[in-house]
């Protein structure tokens, strides 16, 4: 069996067992002995425990050597966990809304002083600026403002290019493979702009983050600020102990 179909089998695996959780399957909020789950769901038991593996990093079991695998809830019904989702649309989707995203526009500057210290940029270097809102059933959800230096694009992008999810952005426009991101938690309260776009009264708490994208080098090719409106996006994360 090839790599791929191992995969897709250990991932079918998962979700029969995560529709067994959802129908109340296990006594005692207790998985069964391997041996008795790999007869019941028909499939070897290497791919059994990489499915197992797979809801254990999701927070939703806990394997306890030489007491068994117990089940959380908790997790499963956690919506908008950004430790598990990080496109916005499934984001949002999750939180059980229809979801769509608007492009805004874009435009070129020359890098201002924080653009030039978060993308390590030299004097009159460019950076291309393009805006996007993300909407829960109609409502503007997320605000995003993108910022990447022009030096990194082997042609400038078309609107209809800059509709694309990010990671797609720098492989088609770029050829870079985005390696990971770091984001910052920023508090704010909704300014002229803010109240403007999700229609909110001005100084209403907001929650905010930076985020810049790393490449394979570790060179950071994307500055980012995300606005959230709060009466659609409620952020969760798992942290497991």
Same mark, same amino acid.
């Given at each position: 069996m090839s790599s791929i179909n191992k995969s897709s089998l250990s991932t079918l695996t998962k979700?029969?067992?995560? /529709?067994?959780?959802?129908? #109340?399957?296990? &006594?005692?909020? /207790?998985? *069964? *002995?391997? $041996?008795? @789950?790999? !007869? /019941?769901?028909?499939?070897?038991?290497?791919?059994?425990?990489?499915?197992?593996?797979?809801? !254990? !990093?999701?927070?939703?079991i806990d394997?306890? +050597?030489?007491?068994?695998?117990?089940? +959380? =809830? $908790?997790?499963?019904?956690?919506?908008?966990?950004? #430790? @598990?989702?990080? #496109?916005?649309?499934?984001?949002? &989707?999750?939180?059980?809304?229809?979801?769509?995203?608007? =492009? /805004?526009?874009? %435009?070129?500057?020359?890098?201002n002083d924080i653009e030039k210290k978060e993308l390590k940029l030299k004097a009159e270097e460019k950076v291309l600026n393009f805006e996007r809102i993300f909407y829960g059933d109609d409502v503007p959800a997320v605000w995003v403002r993108n910022k990447i230096p022009t030096k990194y694009f082997n042609k400038i992008p078309h609107e209809e290019d800059l509709s694309k999810p990010i990671y797609q952005i720098f492989w088609d426009l770029c050829q870079e493979k985005i390696s990971q991101s770091i984001f910052e938690f920023i508090p704010l309260n909704a300014k002229e702009k803010e109240k403007e776009i999700f =229609?909110?009264? !001005?100084?209403?708490?907001?929650? $905010? %983050?930076k985020e810049i994208f790393y490449n394979l080098k570790d060179n950071p090719? $994307?500055?980012? @600020?995300?606005?959230?409106? *709060?009466?659609?996006i409620n952020l969760k994360m798992l942290r497991k102990w």
């Open positions: 979700k029969e067992i995560l /529709k067994m959780i959802g129908n #109340d399957e296990f &006594e005692n909020n /207790k998985l *069964p *002995p391997e $041996s008795k @789950l790999t !007869k /019941k769901l028909g499939v070897s038991l290497s791919t059994l425990r990489e499915a197992l593996l797979m809801l !254990k !990093k999701e927070g939703v394997k306890v +050597h030489g007491i068994g695998s117990f089940v +959380h =809830q $908790s997790a499963l019904e956690a919506e908008m966990r950004i #430790d @598990l989702i990080s #496109d916005l649309n499934y984001l949002i &989707e999750d939180g059980g809304y229809t979801a769509r995203m608007e =492009q /805004k526009g874009s %435009w070129i500057t020359e890098a =229609q909110i009264k !001005k100084g209403t708490p907001m929650i $905010s %983050w090719i $994307s500055y980012n @600020l995300l606005v959230f409106n *709060p009466n659609i």
